[in-house]
RNA sequence: GCACCUGUAGUCUAAUGGAUAGAAUAUUGGCCUCCGACGCCAAGGAUGCAGGUUCGAUUCCUGUCGGGUGCACCA
């Protein structure tokens, strides 16, 4: 289906058309005056300096073709050349009824299916989650959805990162620790134990201090670096440790992912192409593009237009060593191979701009990605404390994931049992769902680039622009809903009809009739935080509507029919909206 | 040093070059005999500074000041 704004400058283009001027011009956007019109036509003026005419004119000129329209119930122009347009009660309800009436609520599906991969970004193996994996998660979760929802495929990495130095870094210190397994025995031949010699909370307290020693600690920092090569070669006790550190890392990380409601369709990582890479460096040579500078195999990247340095990539460090370039280009290269995609999109920390900037310059010059495969690179921002500093614990340290979602379970998990009549366990259910809602709204609602104060307070206020008064909204219209179907009523029969009562319902039904073109400009920018602000205006906007319009005690039926119509349409769209953010609502609360 | 990003009410945040910069929070006032008042209605309060382009600039350009980040063998 058509956006209504579209519709509406279909003929306003028309109007342009007939008066003699580009129907280009015939653009129309919600008025940002709402007290002089519900839209507005800027075409005129646009038009003015290209037929070297009054602007008034030109907007008269159309204005009069436009009155013949029955899609707009007034029409005035406005100096120096403002077109502004109230839309009929008839154009409208029909506009919403068709809605009504079809799947996704008229949002235009892709007539041309493509396929995204989300790659993740990598949380690294054997470290604990902390509160900067947020963003890239719940970010990179509602992107899947927007794209699925608007009818393509997108297939979630996670990418882990689990592979090269940090790994040799925990075998290192674990060997240290236990030199006698079985694992470290060169003469071993039999098969290795399949339990692991360690607990997800061994790994958390091993890699950190393994890291920090690395960089103090000489000895211990070549004895990692031979782990690593050992690992990599292929020394069967370490890839047999190593498969332990993935599984207990990747059981742990699943629980976490699950608690956010985030699911990946792949569990790949960088080692996933070690083998791939001696193949993928011979490439680069063969383009002829790579060479040898300072030691380190190269590809330049920079244009003639660029205004900033642009380093070289990197394919291989001076020693012959991969890194992380090496690993991410041959990623694209397997991806290409397997899954021939139509675009690949980054989720990372914003700070990796220039290198991702570079990786992707190189795989267009060397041939690895075609021109027309999309290679997008969302960075996002800092979580930042109430300071307006890095999000940390109070005694300073890194803040884990588990430990806040947990505090903010707990929190609300006090405030839904308080003052309510529920349950323990109907309690418990709720706020873990009215939570969620907090902690993602609370992410989604900024534009990803940009830092953010990671407010719990805030976020879980039933209050303002947040998760939880989205949810209480919901559960208020499911709650009208039951009623009307307790007392006999059959929502199914309802229907969406030509009347319009009061303002604030035809603010509403605009409202409504914006979906598409909100659903299409959130999947074209790949940008959570519009169905964010959407999801709140449409909020408002019904409660706004339920205050001034009884519902349940109406006494026309037809009028009720209509009222409860327009109910369960924005109650939909308000699902759907939550769905592609990632979080829902609960029954009651 | 060079470059990139960023600067909007006390705080937090929005705005394809359009009219009187939109919300939230906090503050102040009003609204429960009625479908969930965790709601609604109303008031005051903001584009760092200085220029320029334009009929029109939060948006584009230049300068300046403040904040953040990046500058090949980390990821």
């Keep these: ?98 809605m009504s009436e079809t799947e996704k609520y008229g949002v ?157 369709d792949l569990w790949k990582g960088e080692s996933d192409v070690h083998d791939v890479i001696p193949d993928m460096v011979q490439y680069m040579k063969d383009t002829g593009l790579a060479y040898i500078s300072d030691g380190a195999l190269v590809v330049d990247v920079k244009e003639e237009t660029d205004t900033k340095e642009i380093p070289p990539c990197m394919i291989l460090k001076s020693d012959g060593a991969s890194l992380y370039n090496t690993t991410d280009l041959a990623t694209i290269r397997e991806r290409v191979r397997e899954y021939n995609p139509d675009g690949i999109i980054y989720l990372t920390d914003k700070r990796q701009e220039l290198y991702f ?69 109907e309690a418990k259910k709720v706020s873990e769902i009215v939570a969620l809602s907090a902690i993602k709204y609370g992410d989604l609602s900024n534009q990803a680039s940009k830092d953010y104060i990671f407010d719990t307070e805030r976020f879980m206020s039933f209050e303002g622009d947040t998760g939880p008064y989205l949810l209480y909204t919901v559960v208020r219209i499911k709650s009208i809903l039951k009623k009307y179907k307790e007392n006999g009523g059959n929502v199914d029969e309802c229907s969406i009809s030509e009347s319009v009562s009061n303002a604030s319902q035809k603010n509403l039904l605009m409202k409504i009739s914006g979906y598409n073109e909100m659903m299409r400009g959130a999947y074209e920018d790949l940008a959570p935080h519009r169905i964010c602000a959407y999801l709140y205006d449409l909020a408002n906007a019904f409660n706004s509507f339920y205050h001034e319009t009884k519902i349940l005690s109406e006494e026309d039926e037809n009028l009720k029919k209509n009222y409860i119509a327009i109910l369960k349409l924005t109650l939909g769209i308000c699902e759907d909206c939550m769905d592609c953010l990632g979080f829902e609502a609960p029954e009651r609360m």
């Design 1 to 98: 289906m058509k956006d209504f704004l579209l519709e509406l400058m279909g003929v306003v283009s028309e109007a342009f058309k007939k008066a003699g001027y580009d129907e280009n011009l015939g653009k129309v956007t919600v008025s940002n005056r709402p007290d002089l019109c519900e839209y507005q036509c800027n075409g005129a003026m646009a038009g003015a300096k290209i037929y070297k005419k009054a602007p008034i004119a030109i907007a008269n000129e159309v204005a009069e073709f436009l009155k013949e329209s029955d899609a707009f119930s007034s029409v005035d122009v406005c100096p120096p050349g403002f077109i502004n347009l109230n839309v009929s009660d008839k154009f409208l309800c029909d506009f919403v009824l068709k």
């Design 108 to 264: 235009e599906l892709a007539a041309a299916k493509k396929r995204y991969i989300i790659d993740y970004g990598g949380p690294n193996v054997a470290k604990p989650l902390h509160v900067g994996h947020l963003r890239s998660a719940v970010i990179g979760e509602s992107i899947k959805r927007i794209i699925r929802y608007m009818g393509h495929e997108a297939i979630g990495d996670i990418h882990l990162g689990d592979w090269g130095l940090q790994m040799g870094l925990v075998i290192a210190a674990f060997k240290e620790e236990n030199p006698d397994l079985v694992y470290f025995d060169d003469a071993f031949t039999g098969d290795y134990p399949t339990e692991a010699p360690f607990t997800v909370s061994d790994l958390e307290e091993i890699y950190p201090k393994a890291s920090a020693r690395s960089k103090e600690d000489a000895a211990f920092k070549d004895e990692a670096m031979a782990c690593t090569k050992k690992l990599q070669d292929g020394v069967r006790g370490y890839r047999a440790l190593w498969k332990h550190i993935i599984n207990v890392s990747v059981t742990d990380l699943k629980r976490n992912y699950d608690n956010l409601n985030v699911e990946f």
């Design 357 to 425: 900037e570079q990786v992707f310059r190189c795989a267009r010059k060397t041939g690895l990605i075609k021109d027309d495969v999309k290679l997008v690179h969302i960075g996002f921002g800092t979580v930042n404390g109430k300071d307006g500093k890095p999000f940390k614990t109070r005694d300073g340290g890194v803040m884990r994931l588990e430990y806040l979602i947990k505090d903010i379970n707990d929190k609300m998990y006090e405030k839904i049992l308080t003052g309510r009549e529920m349950d323990e366990e």
